[in-house]
């Protein structure tokens, strides 16, 4: 990028990962690490509710004003890989309205382990897992744990009651992700949170920087969706028609 084309416009970034790795947990630490020196927003995708936004509010780290639900209806992904004009708009409002905003997170809504996002919609993304989930899990691989900016593997604080080895679920991750970095995070765990909120600071600087390239992870495997739809993300560039079938 030429260094004309350092951006004005806030970094957008994506966190994705299955329903109850602790996304919105790891937006409420990173906003009340970061909300007394940076202007933050958070767009939360939701299928039906509101639940994110609702839990975020409650949270009380930032403004309630700032954190708004984008309902994504029955495919949670399709809005933030192949048409993310809701999100874009979202986000876009929320710079508008709070004018200067440095980050805008958003929180995705998937409901498996292949769901990324698309380079158009955000800048940098974070990918969550947690030890609860398995230690196999890593192994399986994936768009997202193997390509996304940053893996997370949260609420390393249970691995004890779950007999997940923490530190080898870790070094696995850095063996499928080719030297991308890896972070081992537990909300009872300070050094943690400081050391993620460090790589959120360095994600911005490199953004502003103007030399940063949005990534793609790769397009999310195809799944099935509770209702038996067969949705195949195969060529899902950005902007690109995916395939439903039953
Ligand atoms: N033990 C433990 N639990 C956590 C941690 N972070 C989040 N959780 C819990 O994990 C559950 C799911 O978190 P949530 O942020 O809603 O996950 P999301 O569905 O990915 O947004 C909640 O009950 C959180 O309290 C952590 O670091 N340690
Ligand atoms: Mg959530």
Request: hydrophobic share 40%; glycine share 8%.
């Amino acid at each position: 990028m030429p260094e004309s084309a350092v951006p004005t416009r806030a970094m957008r970034l994506g966190v994705a990962g299955p329903v109850g790795t602790g996304k919105s947990s790891l937006i409420a630490m990173i906003c009340r690490q970061l909300s007394d020196s940076l202007s933050l927003a958070v767009v939360t995708n939701d299928i039906y509710t509101d639940e994110d936004a609702r839990f975020l509010k409650a949270a009380g780290v930032l403004d309630p004003e700032r954190i708004r639900p984008v309902e994504t209806g029955a495919c949670p992904h399709t809005a933030i890989r192949d048409d993310v004009t809701v999100n874009l708009l979202a986000a876009e409002d929320l710079e508008a309205d709070f004018a200067p905003v440095d980050i805008v997170l958003i929180e995705s809504g998937g409901d498996n382990l292949t769901a990324t996002f698309s380079p158009a919609l955000v800048d940098v993304q974070i990918f969550v897992l947690d030890v609860a989930g398995g230690g196999d899990v890593v192994r399986k691989g994936g768009p997202g744990i193997a390509r996304a900016d940053l893996l997370v593997i949260n609420k390393t604080d249970l691995g004890p009651f779950v007999d997940v080895d923490v530190d080898r679920m870790i070094r696995e991750g850095r063996e499928v992700r080719a030297g991308r970095p890896v972070l081992g995070v537990s909300r009872t765990d300070p050094e943690s949170m400081t050391a993620l909120k460090q790589w959120v600071l360095d994600s911005l600087a490199s953004f502003r920087s103007g030399h940063h390239v949005a990534v793609d992870p790769g397009p999310m495997a195809p799944h099935v969706h509770a209702d038996g739809t067969v949705h195949s993300h195969a060529d899902s560039a950005p902007g690109h028609a995916h395939v439903h079938q039953h």
